[in-house]
T-cell receptor
Framework: RKEVEQDPGPFNVPEGATVAFNCTYSNSASQSFFWYRQDCRKEPKLLMSVYSSGNEDGRFTAQLNRASQYISLLIRDSKLSDSATYLC???????????????FGTGTLLAVQP | DAGITQSPRHKVTETGTPVTLRCHQTENHRYMYWYRQDPGHGLRLIHYSYGVKDTDKGEVSDGYSVSRSKTEDFLLTLESATSSQTSVYFCAINPGTGSNTIYFGEGSWLTVV
């Protein structure tokens, strides 16, 4: 089982739609969770961190479910500019280590159609 | 802008030749990383550094070496490039604000023919 799993998509949605991505992780000791956005042939960029209580940033809402070990990203009122690959990222805690390694999912491709 | 510059941005090289990719940062960050990204695998950690001359292996370190003689530069070397090392390589930094968040450079596209 992969440490971080995402549905690769593509998710094809019309402008204005609401779309949700889920991501599951295998290490119950993970403490840090993120969503990154990656445009074609560009570097990944931090979209938002995911907090235990859930958090919102404009049209984007991230949630964490520790019991089921998944995180989600909800995008409301989709824009053409939201078209990108969304990467789920989870840390792998290191025993006694100062650096927690980050494990990246393979990404979910979103294509917003006019 | 994370203040990270990667060079070269694009390179085509022949099998068996040595290749060095450079990552330069301007913000004096302690932690630096090299990742590669391939279809179906996502981003995978090659090596990382937690200070000058302090480096460690990631999950796909075979065939790669790194050096960090100055805080601002983290070099990734392919001693003898192979076609399986054709990939896009991303350098990243952790600003060390107590979060595990990392920020990436623009990437280096390497083709080994």
């Amino acid at each position: 089982r992969k440490e971080v799993e995402q549905d690769p998509g593509p998710f094809n949605v019309p402008e204005g739609a609401t779309v949700a991505f889920n991501c599951t992780y295998s290490n119950s000791a993970s403490q840090s969770f993120f969503w990154y956005r990656q445009d074609c042939r560009k570097e990944p960029k931090l979209l938002m961190s995911v907090y235990s209580s859930g958090n919102e940033d404009g049209r984007f809402t991230a949630q964490l479910n520790r019991a089921s070990q998944y995180i989600s990203l909800l995008i409301r009122d989709s824009k053409l500019s939201d078209s990108a690959t969304y990467l789920c990222v989870v840390n792998r805690p290191q025993d006694g280590g100062a650096t927690n390694k980050l494990i990246f999912g393979t990404g979910t491709l979103l294509a917003v159609q006019p | 802008d994370a203040g990270i510059t990667q060079s070269p941005r694009h390179k085509v090289t022949e099998t068996g030749t040595p290749v060095t990719l450079r990552c330069h940062q301007t913000e004096n960050h302690r932690y630096m990383y090299w990742y590669r990204q391939d279809p179906g695998h996502g981003l995978r950690l090659i090596h990382y550094s937690y200070g000058v001359k302090d480096t460690d292996k990631g999950e796909v370190s075979d065939g790669y070496s790194v050096s960090r003689s100055k805080t601002e530069d983290f070099l990734l070397t392919l001693e003898s490039a192979t076609s399986s090392q054709t990939s896009v390589y991303f350098c990243a930094i952790n600003p060390g604000t107590g979060s595990n968040t990392i920020y990436f450079g623009e990437g280096s596209w390497l083709t080994v023919v």
